[in-house]
């Protein structure tokens, strides 16, 4: 079982910049990929970014490419998001999710994740 807590969303004006945090439990965080998604009002989730166990490699949905870098500490237990350049467009609920152990790859789909964080609040006012 892993438990995921986020955090690290706020409000931000467009053009600034957040880190994202997601602290996982258990023993098994070092070996399983995981992933950012994000929910804005009354759209559906959409995939952000996939890390895989190691952290050598790492996926980009397109509309957050060359602004947003997903990373890892295995020591920590902890998933980061930096997100940079941010637009209003990128206002919405963060998720960050995990594949059930051991598997090692990313994916950009919501259906290869087994567990699931509540979720952080981000707010990008223009």
Same mark, same amino acid.
């Given at each position: 079982q892993v438990q995921l807590v986020e955090s690290g969303g706020g409000l931000v004006q467009a053009g600034g910049s957040l880190r994202l945090s997601c602290a996982a439990s258990g023993r098994t965080f070092s070996s399983t990929a995981m992933g950012w998604f994000r929910q804005a /009002?009354?759209?559906? *989730?959409?995939?952000?970014?996939?890390?895989?166990?190691?952290?050598? +490699?790492?996926?980009?949905?397109? /509309?957050?490419?060359? *602004?947003?870098?997903? +990373? *890892?500490?295995?020591?920590?237990?902890?998933?980061?998001?930096?997100?940079?350049?941010?637009? /209003?467009?990128?206002?919405?609920? %963060? %998720?960050?999710?995990?594949r059930e152990p051991p598997l090692w790859l990313g994916s950009t789909?919501?259906?290869? %994740? +087994?567990?699931?964080?509540q979720g952080t609040q981000v707010t990008v006012s223009s």
């Open positions: /009002p009354g759209k559906e *989730r959409e995939f952000v970014a996939t890390i895989s166990a190691g952290g050598g +490699s790492t996926t980009y949905g397109d /509309p957050m490419k060359g *602004r947003f870098t997903v +990373s *890892r500490d295995n020591v920590k237990n902890t998933v980061y998001l930096q997100m940079n350049s941010l637009k /209003p467009e990128d206002t919405g609920v %963060y %998720y960050c999710a995990a789909l919501q259906s290869d %994740y +087994s567990y699931w964080g």
